[in-house]
């Protein structure tokens, strides 16, 4: 039982979103996370976003090398080739 | 494993001089060492030489390479090692701050006023503002990716460097702290800020958006 003095403010909770999600919380404190998330909507809605925001950020096309680029550095290692 | 295995077979490439190799090799990183050189120099232009240097320092050192570390971490450390040298040469101060102790400067996640005052007699620090859930739809646009982009763009580099190896490219949390030399308390202190930033921006979109 986690008692009201114990009990995170959503103010506190959303700083340990990332530590929560690293799975870096000490066991103490992940009991508390989740107690609170349990219990409000809001925090609860705040975690979605989160987790849908590193979603979205994993289907995000990756920078890719430009082909000038690519064309000098093939031309580099042609060069190191050479010696 | 099977990772091990490949980078073994990629260095035996490499060694025999294997263009193709080479090239895998270029695309798989170049992006990326653009990205970490931004920590260290003030323009894309100079983090693009910086990332050719490097690759020039991975292939005269190739032959010497005894495989202690992952090729990928080696490569970043080159990369390091040329971007300080490069930052210093130019008389810029190296953002030691940023990227050492971050958690000296404390920055919050949400702004305060979202919040009731840590004194309130009833909700202490709870939400004044609460977030609305986001409609999927506007999440799945293509306007919607564009924001993300740019909420990324719009970090500093430190935290820009670190969300996009761990969240666009999937790179593990040690395998970013071996790339960038960081403790593993900041690179979740770097993380956390990137991702609370671009959480905002996307609330912030949405809600735009939605009215």
């Known amino acids: 039982m986690i008692t009201d003095a114990e009990q995170l403010s959503c ?48 289907h995000l096309p990756e920078d890719s090398l430009s082909p000038e680029a690519e064309r000098e550095l093939l031309e580099a290692f042609q060069g190191w080739k050479r010696g | 494993m099977a990772e091990v295995a490949a980078e073994d ?16 090799l270029v695309r798989e990183y170049h992006p990326s060492l653009v990205r970490v050189a931004r920590i260290y120099v003030p323009t894309r232009a100079a983090a693009e030489d910086v990332a050719a240097e490097t ?13 202690r570390s992952s090729l990928r971490t080696w490569i970043f450390r080159i990369l390091t090692n040329i971007a300080k040298t490069r ?28 919040f009731l005052d840590p004194e309130h007699p009833r909700w202490p620090g709870h939400w004044a503002l609460k977030p609305e859930p986001w409609p999927e739809d506007a999440l799945l646009a293509a306007e919607t990716r564009e924001r993300l982009a740019e909420a990324i763009e719009a970090l500093p580099a430190t935290q820009r460097a670190v969300i996009s190896l761990r969240d666009v490219e999937g790179w593990s949390s040690e395998e970013v702290r071996n790339a960038l030399d960081l403790s593993e308390t900041n690179q979740r202190v770097l993380l956390h800020r990137a991702r609370s930033k671009v959480r905002a921006a996307l609330e912030e979109y949405l809600n735009e958006a939605g009215t």
Do not use: M
Not at chain 1, 31 to 46: K, N
Not at chain 2, 13 to 23: G, P, Q, T, V
């Open chain 2, 55 to 67: 690759w020039l320092g991975v292939l005269n050192g190739i032959d010497r390479f005894e495989g």
């Open chain 1, 11 to 58: 103010q506190e909770l959303v700083e340990l979103v990332t530590d929560y999600l690293e799975d870096a919380l000490p066991e103490e404190e992940r009991l508390r996370f989740e107690d609170h998330i349990s219990r409000c909507g809001a925090c609860t809605i705040y975690l979605e976003q989160i987790r849908e925001t590193i979603s979205l950020l994993g």
């Open chain 2, 9 to 24: 077979k990629l260095l035996a490439a490499l060694r025999a001089r294997d263009e193709s190799a080479f090239r895998a």
């Open chain 2, 87 to 114: 930052a210093v040469r130019d008389g810029r101060t190296l953002p030691f701050s940023a990227l050492a102790d971050p958690a000296r400067v404390p920055e919050a996640a949400v702004d305060a006023d979202r």
